[in-house]
C-alpha cells in the first residue's frame, strides 16, 4: 500500500495490530491435551444464517459504478472542469480528472462508456493529493496542483502548490514547462492536501500538522508555521519577490511572527475542502483517537489540535494559540466514522431532496451524509447512504451530480436513489430464534455448525459467565495469522451469552441476561445486542441507543443480604467504540487468546489444532507469506496469553495480560484518550509508558500521582480508575462492578515494583 498516503490519511487500519501478538508460554499441566488431538471430529456447514442486512429503516440512496470501463490507480480525487472550458467545446463532453497518487493526474470525457484516459500532468517523485482551477480557467487556463514530495526522501518532505498552465492544443493537457511554483512548506505525514477558490477570488489551501502522530512537532497550536493551518493568498497579484501576495485582510497578519497566509488553525489533517454557493468553507478533518470533524471554517478560527480533538480534551497542558479554541459544526465519534472525507454541495437533479446539501462521507466505514448549513450553523444532518468503499474525494459535474473515487477499489461511483424492492428481503432478525444462529433458543442449543471457543485473557463483565462461539458462513474459512489480527469472511458471526448469578456464588440461580452478536458485512463489523426475557425462551433485539435493566442479586455479603445489579445493553454506537479500528474490530478472536486448550463436551484439544483441523483456515498458497498457520507449528510454539488468575505463571505477565485483554484495544500508541500508554502485551513493561509516569490528564486529588508508582498502590492512578465506578471509571463502558480479583492483582504487582 502507498505508505506516505497512508501516514497523512490515516495509518488506516494497520496502526495497531495488537490484538494476537503475545509471547510464547508454555502451556500448563492442567491444560494438558486429552482423548483427542482434536475437539471435533468434523466441521458442519452454516447454512442457516439469517443475520443479513440492517434492522433499522433503509438509507435512501445506494453507490453505482459510473465509469465501469474506466481504468485507475489509487485515485484520491475527481473534479469536472469548468463550463466553456477550453478542453470542452461546445457539443463534446465535459472533461473529468482524476488526481491519483503517485504524481499523476488523469483526464477523459465525461462518458459512461469511457475506456480511456490520458494524462493531464505528471510530477516526479511527488504524490499529488489535489487540483483546482483558477475563477478565470476558461481564459487564462491556470490550473493548480497540491503535491508533496520527494518520496525518494522520507525526511525532507514539503508540501507544494504549483500553477500549470493547459494548451490550447488537443489533448489540452498541462504545458510541463509552465509550471510555476506558487508555495512551499515542509510537511512529512498529515499533510492536508486540498484547495479552493474562494467568491473573494482568494486560493484557501488545507495543511496538517505535518506529522504522521499526536502532533509530535507541537505545531498545532502555533501560528508561527503554516502546518495545521487553512492558508488563504492571493495568487493573481504577487508582492515583489513573492508568487503570491498575502491578503491585507487576513486574521494573523499584524501579530508579530506570526504567518500572514493564515485564515485559520488547528487542524490535525484537513482532508478535502469546498466552499457552498452561499461562501461556507467547508472542511472534512481527519481525527486520531477519538472523533473525525467537519468544520465550517471562519476567520481567524483555532480548531484546537493538538489541545483537543472535535471539542473534546486530547492534550490539555499543551499550550494554547492566541484565540478561543472552536467546536467542529459536526463531530462524529470512531463510533460512526473513522476517517473523514470532506465533500461538495449537491446541485443536480436525479437525487430528489438534496440539492443544496453538503454531501461527505468516510473513508474508513463507506458512509455518507448529507448536511445543510445556516449562519454558519450545521441545522439539518443524516446519514443517507452506506457504501463498502474507502472514499476519498467527492466532485460534481457541469449538471451538479455527484461522484466519488474509492481509493482500493480503484473505481468512481455515483449516487442513485434505492429503487423499490421487486421482492421482499428477509427482515433482519428481531428475535435470537429468528437469527439461524440456535436450533432451540429455549434449551440454549446453537446450531450444530457453530464452532465454540474460549479465551486466555477474558474481559471483564461485571462477573457475568459467557459462552462463545464462531459461526462461519458456508465453508468460507479464515486468513491467520500469529502476530496479527485475522481477517474473517462476509457474513462471519460471533456470538457471545452472558449469564448471572441471582444467588451470589450459586451456578443453580444462573440466568441468561443477553447474547451480543458481531457480524461482518461489506467489509464493516456491526455490534447487535439480544435482551433475554424473564421465563428464558428467547431474546429480543435491544433498540439501536442500548438499555438498561436492573437485577437483584442475593448476596450475604451486602446489606440487608441482596443488592440491585445494573446490567447494561450497549448501544451500537458504543459497541464499536470497543471493537474500535485500534483492536481491528475483533477482540478475544487471536492467535495469543485462542493458543490453549478448550473443553469440547469432555474431549480436550488445543484449539488452534482443532481449528485447522476443520479446515477454517486459508491454506498457506491462499495467503501472504508469512501469514498462514503451517502444519509444522504446533501451538507450543505460537504466541499465547497467559490466565491472569493462574498463580503459577509469572506475577507480571499476569498483570500485562489483563491490560491486554481489558485496556489494550484502546490503549495504543496515541489513543485511548491520548493518555500515551501502550497496553498490549507485546509492548515491553519499561516501554509502555506506564510504570513512574505522571498522568497526563485527572490525577484525582492523588498527592504527587503516578500511572503506575512503584511500592504505592496509593498513587496509581490506574488503581485508582480500577477500583471507582463512575466518573474517571476504568473500563468506561458496559461496567458497574469493580473486578476486585484484578485489583487485588495489580496491587500485588504494584507493591513488588522497584
Not at 569 to 596: D, F, I
Request: aromatic content about 10%; some cysteine.
Amino acid at each position: 500500500m502507498p505508505t506516505n498516503f497512508l501516514s497523512s490519511k490515516r495509518l488506516c487500519f494497520c496502526l495497531s495490530l495488537l490484538c494476537s501478538w503475545a509471547t510464547a508460554v508454555p502451556l500448563c499441566a492442567a491444560e494438558e491435551v486429552t482423548k483427542a488431538p482434536t475437539g471435533i471430529a468434523k466441521r458442519i456447514s452454516w447454512t442457516t444464517s439469517r443475520v443479513i442486512g440492517r434492522p433499522d429503516p433503509p438509507l435512501p440512496f445506494q453507490a453505482v459504478r459510473a465509469f465501469p470501463n474506466l481504468p485507475l490507480e489509487f485515485p484520491l480525487h475527481i473534479i469536472a472542469e469548468p463550463n466553456g472550458a477550453v478542453g470542452s467545446p461546445a457539443g463534446r463532453p465535459e472533461r473529468i480528472f482524476i488526481v491519483e497518487q503517485k504524481g499523476r493526474i488523469i483526464v477523459f470525457p465525461n462518458d459512461p462508456a469511457v475506456s480511456d484516459r490520458v494524462t493531464f500532468v505528471s510530477i516526479e517523485d511527488h504524490d499529488t493529493y489535489g487540483m483546482t482551477f483558477h475563477p478565470h480557467y476558461a481564459t487564462n487556463r491556470f490550473v493548480y496542483v497540491f503535491s508533496n514530495g520527494p518520496q525518494s526522501d522520507p525526511k525532507e518532505r514539503f508540501n507544494r502548490i504549483t500553477r500549470f498552465t493547459v494548451r490550447n492544443e488537443a489533448p489540452h493537457d498541462c504545458d510541463p514547462a509552465s509550471a510555476h511554483i506558487i508555495i512551499e512548506w515542509a510537511s512529512n505525514g498529515h499533510n492536508g492536501g486540498d484547495m479552493a477558490f474562494g467568491p473573494d477570488g482568494m486560493l484557501y489551501a488545507s495543511a496538517g500538522d505535518g506529522t504522521t502522530d499526536s502532533d509530535t512537532n507541537l505545531t498545532g497550536q502555533k501560528i508561527s508555521d503554516l502546518v495545521s493551518g487553512m492558508l488563504r493568498i492571493d495568487v493573481d497579484h504577487p508582492a515583489p519577490g513573492m508568487n503570491y501576495a498575502i491578503p491585507s485582510d487576513n486574521p494573523f497578519l499584524k501579530i508579530p511572527g506570526a504567518r500572514g497566509e493564515l485564515w485559520a488553525y488547528g487542524f490535525r489533517n484537513p482532508w478535502r475542502i469546498h466552499f457552498d454557493p452561499q461562501g461556507n468553507l467547508w472542511c472534512g478533518d481527519i481525527g486520531q483517537d477519538q472523533y473525525e470533524m467537519i468544520e465550517l471554517v471562519q476567520k481567524g478560527d483555532n480548531y484546537g489540535w493538538s489541545v483537543m480533538e472535535g471539542g473534546h480534551p486530547f492534550y490539555l497542558e499543551r499550550e494554547r494559540g492566541p484565540t478561543p479554541i472552536q467546536t467542529a459544526a459536526i463531530v462524529h465519534p470512531h463510533s460512526e466514522a473513522r476517517s473523514i472525507t470532506g465533500g461538495v454541495t449537491y446541485q443536480g437533479k436525479r437525487l430528489e431532496g438534496l440539492k443544496g446539501a453538503y454531501i461527505y462521507g468516510d473513508y474508513g466505514t463507506g458512509k455518507i451524509w448529507a448536511a445543510r448549513a445556516a449562519q454558519g450553523k450545521v441545522i439539518d444532518l443524516r446519514e443517507i447512504a452506506d457504501t463498502p468503499y474507502q472514499i476519498l474525494g467527492f466532485g460534481i459535474d457541469a449538471a451538479g451530480e455527484i461522484y466519488f473515487v474509492d481509493y482500493s477499489g480503484k473505481a468512481v461511483y455515483t449516487l442513485e436513489p434505492v429503487p423499490p424492492a421487486t421482492t421482499t428481503p428477509p427482515p433482519f432478525p428481531r428475535r435470537l430464534s429468528e437469527t439461524g444462529l440456535f436450533t432451540d433458543v429455549a434449551k440454549n442449543q446453537v446450531d450444530p455448525a457453530l464452532i465454540p471457543y474460549s479465551v486466555n485473557s477474558p474481559l471483564w463483565s461485571d462477573g457475568a459467565h459467557k459462552e462463545r462461539f464462531l459461526a462461519l458462513p458456508g465453508e468460507s474459512q479464515i486468513e491467520f495469522s500469529e502476530k496479527e489480527a485475522w481477517k474473517f469472511p462476509e457474513g462471519t458471526v460471533l456470538v457471545k451469552s452472558f449469564a448471572l448469578d441471582t444467588e451470589e456464588g450459586n451456578p443453580a440461580s444462573r440466568r441468561r441476561v443477553e447474547t451480543r452478536v458481531m457480524v461482518i458485512q461489506q467489509n464493516e463489523w456491526v455490534g447487535y445486542s439480544y435482551r433475554w426475557n424473564d421465563e428464558q425462551t428467547d431474546a429480543e433485539l435491544v433498540a439501536s441507543e442500548g438499555a438498561d435493566q436492573p437485577f437483584e442479586i442475593r448476596d450475604p455479603s451486602a446489606a440487608g443480604g441482596k443488592r440491585t445489579q445494573t446490567w447494561h445493553y450497549p448501544s451500537r454506537a458504543e459497541c464499536m467504540v470497543c471493537h474500535s479500528r485500534a483492536a481491528v474490530y475483533v477482540l478475544g478472536v487471536s492467535t495469543a487468546q485462542l493458543n490453549k486448550v478448550h473443553d469440547y463436551n469432555g474431549v480436550k484439544a488445543n484449539q488452534l489444532d482443532t481449528f485447522e483441523h476443520l479446515g477454517l483456515f486459508k491454506p498457506a498458497a491462499d495467503q501472504k507469506e508469512g501469514t498462514s498457520l503451517k502444519l509444522s507449528q504446533r501451538p507450543a510454539d505460537l504466541s499465547r496469553l497467559p490466565d491472569p488468575f493462574d498463580a503459577t505463571a509469572e506475577l507480571e505477565a499476569r498483570v500485562r495480560s489483563y491490560l491486554h485483554a481489558n485496556c489494550a484495544h484502546c490503549h495504543v500508541e496515541a489513543g485511548g484518550g491520548n493518555a500515551a500508554m501502550e497496553l498490549a502485551f507485546k509492548t515491553p513493561t519499561d516501554k509502555s509508558r506506564i510504570v513512574d509516569v505522571a498522568p497526563l490528564h485527572d490525577k484525582f486529588g492523588i498527592p504527587d500521582p503516578r500511572l503506575i508508582a512503584p511500592g504505592a498502590p496509593e498513587r496509581s492512578v490506574m488503581l485508582k480508575r480500577l477500583t471507582q465506578r463512575g466518573k474517571g471509571q476504568m473500563p468506561p463502558l458496559a461496567v458497574s462492578r469493580v473486578d476486585t480479583q484484578a485489583v487485588d492483582l495489580l496491587k500485588e504487582w504494584v507493591l513488588k515494583l522497584k
